[in-house]
C-alpha cells in the first residue's frame, strides 16, 4: 500500500499556523483572567474583614445603632421603628 503524501499550500499552512497561534494566546489571557479574578476575589474579602473591624471599633465608640453617612461623616441614631401590638381576632 503506497501512501500518497499531499502537503497544504504555504498560504493555508501559514494561516493554520496563525490560528493555532491566536487560539494559544487566547487560552493564555483566558487563563490569566481566570488567575486575576481569584486574587480579585481575596482582595475584596480582605477589605471586607478591614471594613468589619473597623465597624467594630465604631460601634464601641458611637453605639450599636448608630448610623454613619460615608458621604460627610454624620453620625445619627438609628430610628426606632415602634412595635404595634396586634389584637387577636375571636
Known amino acids: 500500500m503506497d501512501k500518497k503524501v499531499k502537503n497544504l499550500s504555504k ?14 494566546t487566547v487560552k493564555m489571557q483566558l487563563g490569566d ?11 475584596v ?6 471594613f468589619a473591624v473597623e465597624e467594630v ?14 458621604e460627610n461623616g454624620e453620625v445619627t441614631e438609628k430610628e426606632k421603628v415602634e412595635e ?3 389584637e387577636q381576632v375571636k
Do not use: C, P, R, W
Open 11 to 24: 498560504k493555508e499552512l501559514t494561516l493554520l499556523q496563525g490560528l493555532q497561534q491566536e487560539f494559544n
Open 33 to 43: 483572567s481566570v488567575l486575576q479574578q481569584h486574587k480579585l476575589m481575596e482582595t
Open 45 to 50: 474579602e480582605a477589605v471586607k474583614q478591614k
Open 57 to 70: 471599633k465604631l460601634m464601641e465608640v458611637y453605639g450599636k445603632d448608630a448610623v454613619i453617612n460615608l
Open 84 to 86: 404595634t401590638k396586634l
